[in-house]
């Protein structure tokens, strides 16, 4: 069975840091490229980040240019977001997904509130 | 970046009926287009990818249609498990954008 686990959301302040890890189980993590969507309250799907198979390669949303990071674990099967400089308008349930033919695989979504 | 205009925004209908969502690129993205559903709470699940393509498990109900700037997603006899939310989302090449979603709702 495949599964997408995310976790490390919560409550930060403005200006602060968190890492999301997503733990993949059920398909071959090592072969398939990976992304990050996020969705605000009561708001649209946006896409974050991705990250090619081997890792060498990775792209970004220009609302999170140069404050984002995606990366990839292949021993331990997870996929990381590392968020600096958060606002509050990065407030959203982060999901990671498995990215194939477009996004086929989604974790169940970790919340990220940015508030002082 | 490509940009992903969806219409309608919101869409009323009833259980038998068939309904069609329109996509719009704003530049030419081949077929690589998929559509998702989402019900709230939950994650978005894939329906159709490559334009057209039915993903694995997903009622033949459901199709798609489209190439180069404009998609359709129809549903061809409405049930009621069929009332969310739908978005649809180009992968021609990073960034990857999504339509701002069209609600289905019950009349």
């Known amino acids: 069975e495949v599964q997408l686990v995310e976790t490390g959301g919560g409550l930060v302040q403005p200006g602060g840091s968190l890492r999301l890890s997503c733990a993949v189980s059920g398909f071959t993590f090592s072969s398939n490229a990976m992304s990050w969507i996020r969705q605000a309250p009561g708001k649209g799907l946006e896409w974050v980040s991705g990250?090619?198979?081997?890792?060498?390669?990775?792209y970004y949303a220009d609302s999170v240019k140069g404050r984002f990071t995606i990366s990839r674990d292949y021993p331990k099967n997870t996929l990381s977001l590392q968020m600096n400089s958060v606002r509050a308008e990065d407030t959203a349930i982060y999901y990671c997904?498995?990215?194939?033919?477009?996004?086929?695989?989604w974790g169940q979504g970790t919340l990220v509130t940015v508030s002082s | 970046d490509i940009q992903m205009t969806q219409s309608p925004s919101t869409l009323s209908a009833s259980v038998g009926d068939r309904v069609t969502i329109t996509c719009r690129a704003s530049?030419?993205?081949?077929?690589?287009l998929a559509w998702y559903q989402q019900k709230p709470g939950k994650a978005p699940n894939l329906l159709i990818y490559?334009?057209?393509s039915l993903e694995s498990g997903v009622p033949s109900r459901f199709s798609g249609s489209g190439s180069g700037t404009e998609f359709t997603l129809t549903i061809s006899s409405l049930q009621p498990d069929d009332f969310a939310t739908y978005y649809c989302?180009?992968?021609?090449?990073?960034?990857?954008?999504f339509g701002q979603g069209t609600k289905l709702e019950i009349k």
């Open positions: 490559k334009a057209s």
């Open positions: 990250i090619s198979v081997r890792g060498d390669r990775t």
């Open positions: 997904a498995k990215d194939l033919k477009g996004f086929e695989q």
């Open positions: 530049q030419s993205i081949s077929s690589w």
């Open positions: 989302q180009h992968y021609s090449s990073y960034p990857y954008t």
